[in-house]
Structure formats: C-alpha cells, structure tokens
C-alpha cells in the first residue's frame, strides 16, 4: 500500500470519527431536552419580565449644516482696502472650532455643564436640566443618609461660581454618564458638513430640550468666539465715526461763528479772515477722516455679518420622539432562545471536560 492510500484512509477515519463525535453530541442533547425545555421556559419568563418592567429609552435628534468658513474670503479685498488706513476689519476668530474640532466642542464638559445649567420649564415651574436629570433617574434615593449630598439642586440662574465642591463633582459624574452613555455627535457624510446630534434618555423631555439646547449652546459659544475681534472693531470705529462726527459739527459751527462775528471785515485787514479759514480747514479734515471711518465701518459690519450664524438647524426632535422598548414578545423570544444556548453551551463544555478528565 502506497503513501496515498495511506493518507485516504487516516482521512475516511478522521471524518468517520468527527461524524461519530457529532451523533454522540446530539444523542446526548436529546437525552437532556428536559433541561434545555426548562431552560428555554425560564429564560422566556425572564425576557417577557424584562421587557414589560423595562422602561422605554427615547431618542432626540438634531441635525445642522456648519456654516462655510470659505465664504469669508470674498472680503479680502475689502479688507486689504481698510489695511492701507491702518483699520483691521479681521476675519474673525473660530477657525480652531471648525470642521471635526466642532465635534469635539459639542461633547467638552464645558458646554454639556452649561446645557444641564440651562432653565427649562415644565407644567409651569421653572427647573434646570440637572435637576430633571436627578428627578428621573432617581438619584436623590440613593443620597439619603448622605449629608453633603441630601441637599444639592442646581436653582436656576445660580452663579457658576459660587458652587460648592461637591455641586462640581456631582455635575461632572453627570457629564461623564451622558457622554458615555447617552450623547452621540458624529456626522452623517465625510463630504457635507452636516452634523447629527443625538441623545438618549429616559426621560422625553429631557432628550428633546437637552438637544436643542446643546446645539445653541455651542453654536452660540461659536458666534462668541469666532465674532469677537470683529464686533470689537465695529464698536471702535463706531466710537471714532461718532467722534469725528461731533467734532465736525463743531467746526461747522465754529465757522459759522467766526463768520458772525465779523460780517463786514475789512477787505484790507487778512487777520480778521484768518479764525474762519482756521475752521474751514478743520471741517474740510474732518470730513476725509469721516468719510473713511464710515467706509470701513461699513465694510467691518459686513465681515461681522458674513460671519454668523455658525449653524443652520435642518430637524429638530419633534414629540412624540422614537421610543427604543423591546415588546413583550420579542423579550419572550430572545429570553428563551439566549438561556436555552448558554445551557447547551454548559452541557456540551461539562461533557468535554468530563470526557477529557476521564
């Protein structure tokens, strides 16, 4: 008998032997159908519990179109014309929150701290979003006993600043829980510059107000930021151009004067002539610099409104928002089937390790 024969025959003996083994699993599953019956009986009681007790989890969902930074460079022009008289119309700051860093910005404690501080107002009282989140989670339940936690509440329109140590490390667990649990920002195409923002919740309200109010939150946080230097040059140039205006009509009014006060001056005598030339002069200058002021005024407040806004809102949660519940038979179903699999995966790992030992 040659080499291949040989290797023919281990193979016929090795899948023999694999068919074999499989007979053997299944008689022996067979012979324990008691135990997987029940198996599958209690795990569908367990499921049909779960989902009749579990509480539905609601989804919010908001989705904006960033605002295109490039529109900006159609003013560069206008603000190299303003350059030449010393006067920078800018182009705003925000660059560092464009793009994937806006993501990030969404989702930084700062701005998530600030929208749980935000004031909402349900069936006529007036709370913040902190304190609905320890109404509907019950967190107070779990501070009785706790002195330094009994009596925490975040009022409306409290001064950030004067929080106590523990009022910061309870809003921090917060923010910790809703960015790992509970707050998606993603965007819904590399190539647009839509973003999504989502947040799930048991609470309906909580989802919906805690999503739009995020989304303005950042987006005037963005404006802010990104406005800044612009809104501080519109206000300097502004003060100038009121300024110069106030001192031209004094001048105007100086001239007058200076004419008033010799209206028959003797042709021979320059010196009578030379108080209202003086003035002359000076409502001739201050009508250039006038003029230039409001040219670059104007162009300052058009950088500014080129600028803003950051965010264009496509959808926002509507109620009744998109309820995420398991039905009663589905959890039956799922219940059965996943206890039923973990005790055959136990029988067949107890009979292995059995045989093994043996």
């Known amino acids: 008998m040659n080499q291949n024969d040989n290797n023919l025959n281990n193979d016929e003996i090795t899948l023999k032997a694999i068919v074999l083994k499989i007979k053997e699993w299944w008689r022996y599953l067979v012979s324990k159908w008691v135990i997987i019956f029940m198996a599958g009986i209690i795990g569908g009681v367990i499921g049909l519990a779960y989902a009749k007790y579990k ?23 206008a603000a190299g014309l303003a350059s030449q008289f ?8 925000g660059g560092a929150f464009s793009g994937d860093n806006l993501l990030l910005l969404m989702k930084s404690r700062s701005m998530v701290e600030k929208t749980l501080l935000s ?114 040059n519109v206000t300097i140039l502004q003060h100038q151009a009121d300024s110069v205006r106030a001192r031209l009509n004094q001048s105007i009014n100086g001239v007058a004067y200076s004419v008033d006060a010799t209206p028959n001056a003797n042709p021979e005598k320059q010196i009578l002539r030379t108080q209202s030339q003086r003035k002359q002069f000076d409502v001739q200058a201050d009508q250039a610099i006038l003029s230039e002021l409001v040219k670059n005024l104007e162009i300052s407040r058009i950088s500014l409104r080129k600028e803003t806004p950051l965010i264009q809102v496509i959808d926002k949660p509507i109620l009744p928002l998109e309820k995420d519940k398991v039905g009663k038979a589905k959890g039956t179903v799922l219940g059965a089937l996943i206890l039923a699999f973990i005790t055959i995966a136990y029988l067949l790992m107890k009979k292995l390790f059995g045989n093994t030992l043996n």
């Open 55 to 77: 509480k539905p989890v609601y989804k919010a969902d908001l989705s904006f179109a960033l605002e295109d930074d490039a529109s900006t460079g159609s003013l560069s022009g």
């Open 86 to 93: 010393g006067f920078d119309i800018g182009g705003g700051g």
């Open 119 to 232: 004031a909402i107002t349900i069936d006529g009282k007036k709370q913040t979003l902190a304190d609905l989140y320890i109404s509907f989670n019950h967190i107070r339940d779990t501070w009785k006993g706790k002195p330094l936690l009994e009596k925490i509440n975040y009022p409306v329109n409290a001064d950030r600043s004067k929080f106590s140590l523990q009022q910061d490390s309870i809003l921090g667990v917060f923010y910790n829980a809703i960015i790992a649990n509970d707050l998606t920002v993603e965007k819904l195409d590399k190539k647009l510059s839509i973003i999504d923002i989502s947040v799930k919740s048991k609470n309906e309200l909580f989802a919906k107000y805690f999503t739009e109010i995020l989304a303005k939150t950042v987006s005037d946080f963005y404006v802010d930021t990104k406005t800044r230097k612009s809104v501080q």
